[in-house]
């Protein structure tokens, strides 16, 4: 098992080498269709037609696209992600700083959404039939046709400003002085160097958001598993446990939820990948300093390199999260691990 | 001996209050097995759900009852009925591959059900299940345990569920087509193990089937049911050798045996009536279709009569002469001879078809599978040629290949001498010309979208005939398909399966062709419609110049069509020759095999025979490495 | 009509999802499309006397602002009603665009399989590495700000969406023996793809399309509220949903209306997607045949 494990996670990384290709020169073909001028955006203001042509030379600019394209992607195997023209720092700084509070956002909201997914969709199944699962479909129905960003809106507007209960500006108190930074993690950060001021105020800046992203989550897997549970228990190989007289309560837990999880691990593979999506909209508006708000600033000031690095960044995201829930996957699926 | 289970009266209803099953009454002794036989749609399975208290929506027993050692299964509470499933009643499915949960191991599931059952230790399971296994003569039992039901042929699963039924030395077994899934030559090995526990154990025993010489040689007693009524009762060799109701009689004399003269089949109009048509069926339930019947028997229900000890018969003239006369004067059938004048309509030379493995991550690839090996073959003109083989022989593609629906990979193949064997354009339109295929699905093979006069013509949608043209040549289709014209506009999901199978016939025989392709075309159907649709097949010889390469795992019907017959096995032709001569002197030990499964006519030769019961782990085995 | 085409048509008619979301949504494009006859005031007219009124039937309301006026002093409903034609505009050529290409797509890859298959796929699985709404941002960081490229975006971004789902329901109507039969009695590859497989996928197809435009919404009230969907001088959900964020605190209700806008067309457009799947299922069509 651990062994085919390791080998689908590797078989994955290795897949995922030409479609990173494939996707950074689409990012990169893409920016320079952009109508403006990175050259004259890099320079300080009042600068020279040499000073021009200087840093046109020194950004590779004269060069041809697949050499520029070329430059691009050597200079980030070698860890240079170039700078920002709007920041006028480093991308990989302003990248570090971002990430992991993306990273956290999603994880947690990934979590909550699937737990309260799978609670939902065992309700819905053990009311099949009744009103009960009638009321839930009709409230399912309702909170998706809520998108994410509406919902933070709609988060700020009743639990922020109407009753303010949570806070919903940034990632901590302003009065919270932030701890040494580890590993980025705010949260895992705080733990570590034993500041549970820092934890307390993160996890209540990160309550809004990760309702407005889970919130969306959950009707899909409940409804994804009710549906599979009931095609399971359909099956001929229930039929015949009953059969066997196995209690029905030991037929759901033992022999229909192991089954009917697949689709559901699917489905929460390609949904995790559009909650990165989820997040650029949800943070610029909790202004919670992640990926989502530098990409939103950077493409209203034409960051063209925070731009191109924070793209593919998210793609990498995307691209991890589908193999986890691979690995996931295949750990539930015999016949894949046996094939 | 006192009667494990004893079924009173029972009659189930829809919720619309028809009588699905009517009036059923039988007892199983210990030790003994009680066959109910019947086609689709006569209510055999339903006796299982009544004890499994899971019958279709709306149906309940309305009456009678259903004893088991003092308990009434029809009224027990539900907890008390989960006590006895599993420990007192044990049931064996018809499909195993899906009775068992694909994501649990043999083991998990066998110790699942031990557990359940209760009694044993723990620690004893490993041991205890290991001996079930090997005791149903599973090769390496220790491995088995860690596998899971995907990894293991049918027969296999089958074998497991069947030692899992009898682990708690059940009183009553209920197998519900215990076989029909399997392949012909598991088949006898099946039947055998299951045999032999019953026995050991004394278990009474259900077994459910619609094959009648099947249940005479697994059963003590024979009920066979019509449209939801025992019909006719008695002992398992008398009612086949010498059936007496009018049902019966036709029943056996429309299947095609392996062995003796070869007769025209006996077939009976139309189907069964569906559960919808039984309320306007007042009287006999088979008098519409009862080659003997008179105005009497549609108006008043039949009493069941004991015409001969334990001998029971539900009909007006069970001893009449009318249906005496029966099976007698039935036309012999004289296997013609082929046409060997003229060029053959399909030769195929050194015919080969390889599917590359998978390639894994790395370019590895895993060895692939030879589905076709060097085939040669010759269809003369007028010629049916059987094409006879089990699941993965081969056959199949065999059949896609020679229509044009795969390329081979080596060979040659020629239609009315030209060579077809690249697909271009040329090869479509020759092969369109000559040849056709009857799909052996007609679910899948029928557009649902489409009415039935838009599916049998067509071949003529491309050349744009007008919609009279089409109306006309429809009908003449219909007709020869001996379908009733009121069918045109009709759709597939409209039609019973025998009636979808011409259908499928009519479309092939719309451009003329001169070669039918037919594979496994009566393989879902019930026997008396087989035997229409084989009795079709004869007639469209007589009545056109066709040649007909059928491909089919059933012997008998093999034997019934054609004149000569191919053994495939592992994608070679194993066997090959005049069908007498094969099936009475067959050379190769896997064409014995195969005719050995088959449960012979004369009930005094024992079966299975030796030679039919070889463990078959091997087969499961190659599965899993697929 | 075939029978098919009856049942699903009566099971569409009782079907509470699709007259609920339909009747919804015949609202919703009565209400754009006479904008120009029931908004009260031009959407663009500022009266800065009256900017940030409540609802008419709030304290300190107007009645000829019904549901008040932003910080601009511009009638809501009339923003409301005019910012309706730019989403059901996007909603429908954005849909309809995305289900043309992925839809042939789709055919192409689940048809053919081979070569075709695998180009296809490869292209989808690099456009399923991004997160939608960063591909649209690319796009239209590319393209350059408007509605028509909000809409060209949605087409560039979407159409893998229909074709995932398309091609493995080809696949599978592909592998059915009626469509060899085709092939058998004379069909070349256009017709066999039209008559046999095209009919059997198109529910699925008008499912989908339902809820594309959904999504299309979406992503327009997306690419408005952060600015690079409408001309400034164009009303739009999201752009309201903008404006009013800023004085949320003074004037909640400004944010109300765009939100519940988009929440029933979404609505409407999932109902619809919702009734028009469980009508039109084809396992439930072919099982009313004798079983």
Redesign the interface.
């Known amino acids: 098992m651990g062994r085919i494990a390791l080998e689908l996670l590797l078989r994955r990384i290795i897949l995922a080498i030409p479609i990173l290709i494939c996707v950074s020169a689409l990012i990169f073909i893409l920016l320079r269709l952009v109508p403006a001028d990175p050259v004259a955006m890099s320079l300080p203001p009042g600068s020279s037609q040499a000073d021009y042509e200087a840093m046109k030379q020194a950004l590779g600019l004269d060069r041809s696209i697949p050499e520029q394209y070329w430059i691009w992607i050597s200079s980030l195997l070698r860890g240079d992600f170039g700078t920002s023209v709007f920041f006028r720092r480093p991308v990989i700084d302003l990248v570090a700083t971002a990430l992991p509070a993306t990273v956290e956002l999603v994880v947690f909201s990934l979590i909550v959404g699937t737990l309260l997914g799978i609670g939902g969709g065992m309700l819905m199944f053990a009311w099949r039939g009744t009103i009960g699962e009638q009321v839930l479909d009709l409230g399912t129905t309702a909170i998706m046709a809520v998108p994410e960003f509406l919902w933070a809106i709609l988060l700020i507007l009743f639990l922020g400003v109407a009753v303010p209960l949570l806070p919903f500006i940034g990632r901590l108190d302003p009065s919270v002085s932030l701890p040494p930074s580890v590993t980025g993690f705010l949260l895992l950060d705080s733990i570590m160097t034993g500041r549970p001021d820092v934890l307390g105020s993160a996890l209540t800046h990160m309550v809004l958001p990760v309702i407005a992203l889970s919130i969306g989550l959950a009707p899909l897997i409940m409804r994804v598993l009710r549906s599979s549970l009931i095609e399971t228990i359909m099956e001929d190989y229930i039929t015949q446990a009953r059969l066997r007289g196995i209690s029905e309560r030991q037929i759901i837990l033992h022999h229909a939820l192991k089954n009917a999880a697949l689709p559901t691990i699917s489905l929460i593979g390609v949904q995790g990948g559009f909650m990165f999506g989820g997040t650029v909209l949800v943070e610029m508006i909790f202004a919670y300093p992640g990926l989502g708000n530098l990409m939103v600033d950077a493409v209203r000031n034409h960051d063209l390199p925070v731009v191109q690095v924070v793209g593919l960044v998210y793609c990498v995201l995307v691209l991890a999260i589908n193999a986890i829930v691979d690995v996931i996957y295949l750990a539930a699926n015999p016949k894949l691990r046996m094939a | 001996m006192a009667d494990v289970l004893r079924a009173k009266n029972l009659t189930v209803s829809s919720a619309g209050g028809i009588a699905v099953l009517r009036d059923i009454s039988f007892a199983v002794a210990r030790g003994e097995i009680i066959g109910l036989v019947g086609e689709s749609g006569a209510g055999k399975s339903m006796l299982g759900r009544v004890i499994a208290a899971n019958l279709p929506g709306g149906f309940h027993v309305s009456e009678g009852s259903l004893d088991f050692g003092g308990a009434d299964l029809t009224r027990i509470t539900g907890e008390a009925r989960r006590q006895l499933l599993g420990r007192e009643i044990a049931f064996i499915p018809q499909e195993p591959l899906t009775s068992l949960n694909p994501v649990l191991t043999i083991g998990q599931q066998f110790s699942e059900h031990l557990a359940r059952i209760g009694g044993l230790p723990r620690s004893a399971f490993r041991e205890h299940i290991v001996q079930a296994l090997a005791d149903v003569r599973l090769r390496n039992p220790e491995d088995l345990l860690q596998r899971y039901p995907f990894q293991l042929s049918g027969g296999m699963c089958q074998r497991v569920l069947i030692a899992m039924a009898f682990a708690a030395k059940p009183a009553l077994v209920i197998a519900d087509e215990p076989t029909t899934a399997l392949d012909v030559s598991t088949q006898a090995t099946v039947v055998q193990i299951m045999r032999r526990l019953q026995r050991e154990q004394g278990t009474a025993m259900v077994f459910i089937t619609h094959d009648l010489r099947l249940a005479a040689r697994v059963c003590n007693r024979i009920a066979v049911l019509y449209a939801g009524e025992v019909i006719e009762e008695g002992p398992a060799g008398e009612v086949l050798e010498a059936p007496r109701h009018p049902y019966t009689r036709v029943l056996k004399a429309a299947n095609p045996v392996l062995s003796g003269p070869r007769h025209r089949l006996r077939t009976l109009p139309d189907q069964m009536p569906t559960v919808e048509a039984f309320a306007r069926l007042p009287g006999c339930r088979f008098a519409t279709r009862c080659p003997v019947a008179d105005p009497a028997c549609a108006a008043a229900i039949p009493t069941l009569r004991e015409i001969a000890p334990a001998h029971f018969v539900r009909c007006s003239d069970a001893c009449g002469e009318r249906a005496a006369a029966l099976v007698e004067a039935e036309p012999i059938l004289v296997p013609p001879a082929a046409d060997k004048g003229s060029e053959p309509v399909l030769v195929l030379e050194g015919l080969s078809k390889h599917y590359p493995g998978k390639a894994d991550w790395l370019g590895r690839r895993k060895p692939g599978t030879d589905a076709v090996k060097n085939v040669g073959l010759t269809v003369q003109r007028g010629e049916f040629i059987g094409i006879v083989g089990e699941s993965g022989s081969g056959k199949s593609t065999l059949a896609r290949l020679i229509a044009g629906l795969e390329t081979p990979t080596d060979g040659r193949i020629l239609v009315a001498g030209e060579d077809v064997t690249r697909a271009d354009s040329k090869a479509r339109a020759l092969r369109l010309e000559t040849l056709q295929m009857v799909f052996q699905d007609p679910q899948s093979a029928l557009n649902p979208r489409r009415s039935i006069d838009h599916i049998v013509t067509q071949a003529m949608e491309p050349t744009g005939a007008s919609r009279a043209e089409r109306l006309e040549r429809a009908r003449s289709l219909l007709a020869e398909t001996k379908l009733s014209g009121e069918l045109l506009e009709r759709y597939p999901a409209q039609l019973s399966g025998g009636q979808k199978q011409r259908v499928n016939i009519a479309r092939a025989l719309c451009v003329t062709p001169h070669l039918l392709i037919a594979d496994e075309i009566v393989s879902g159907l019930d026997v008396s419609v087989q035997a229409q649709i084989l009795n079709l097949l004869l007639d469209l010889r007589a009545a056109r110049d066709l040649s007909l390469v059928l491909i089919s795992h059933d012997l008998a019907v093999v034997r019934y069509l054609c004149s000569r017959v191919v053994i495939m096995h592992h994608g070679v032709v194993v066997e090959e020759g005049e069908v007498d001569r094969v099936f009475g002197d067959p050379q190769h030990p896997y064409t014995r095999q195969l005719i050995a499964a088959v449960p012979p006519d004369d009930l005094d030769t024992p079966w299975p025979a030796p030679v039919a019961v070889e463990p078959d782990n091997a087969e499961g085995l190659e599965r899993a490495s697929i | 009509m075939?029978?098919?085409g009856r049942q699903a048509l009566e099971r569409c008619l009782h079907s509470p999802r699709i007259l609920v979301g339909g009747i919804i949504l015949i609202l919703i494009v009565i209400a754009s499309l006479g904008a120009p006859i029931f908004a009260p005031h031009d959407p663009q007219e500022q009266d800065l006397i009256n900017t940030l009124l409540p609802p008419m039937w709030q304290a300190g309301g107007d009645p000829s602002y019904p549901l008040g006026t932003d910080g601009l002093g511009r009638c809501i409903l009339s923003r409301l009603l005019y910012g309706g034609r730019v989403a059901l505009y996007v909603a429908a050529l954005s849909s309809l665009g995305a289900m043309l290409l992925g839809t042939v797509l789709a055919l192409l890859a689940g048809y053919f399989r081979g070569p075709v298959d695998w180009l296809i796929s490869r292209i989808v699985?690099?456009w399923?590495?991004?997160?939608?709404?960063?591909l649209t941002?690319?796009?239209?960081?590319?393209?350059?700000a408007g509605v028509n490229k909000v809409v060209l975006a949605i087409v560039l971004i979407d159409w893998t969406r229909f074709c995932r789902v398309i091609r493995s329901d080809v696949m599978v109507v592909a592998r059915?023996?009626?469509v060899?039969?085709?092939?058998?009695?004379?069909?070349?590859h256009v017709?066999t793809l039209l008559?046999?497989v095209l009919?059997?996928v198109a529910p699925l197809v008008l499912t989908m399309l339902s809820l594309e435009a959904?999504i299309a919404v979406?992503v327009e009230?997306?690419m408005s509220?952060?600015?690079?969907s409408v001309e400034p001088d164009v009303p739009a959900w999201g752009v309201m949903?903008a404006d009013a964020?800023s004085t949320?605190?003074q004037a909640?209700f400004g944010?109300?209306v765009p939100?519940l806008a988009?929440?029933?067309t979404?609505?409407s457009f999932?109902?619809l997607g919702?009734g028009l799947r469980r009508a039109l299922d084809p396992r439930l069509?072919?099982s009313?045949?004798?079983a």
Do not use: Q, W
């Open positions: 075939t029978p098919h699985e690099i399923m590495a991004f997160p939608p709404v960063i941002l690319l796009l239209l960081l590319a393209l350059g059915k023996d009626y060899a039969a085709a092939r058998l009695v004379g069909f070349s017709r008559r046999e009919p059997a959904g979406v009230a997306i509220f952060v600015g690079l949903l964020r949320m605190n909640p944010v109300v939100v988009i929440f029933l979404i609505l999932n109902l919702d069509v072919t009313r045949g004798r």
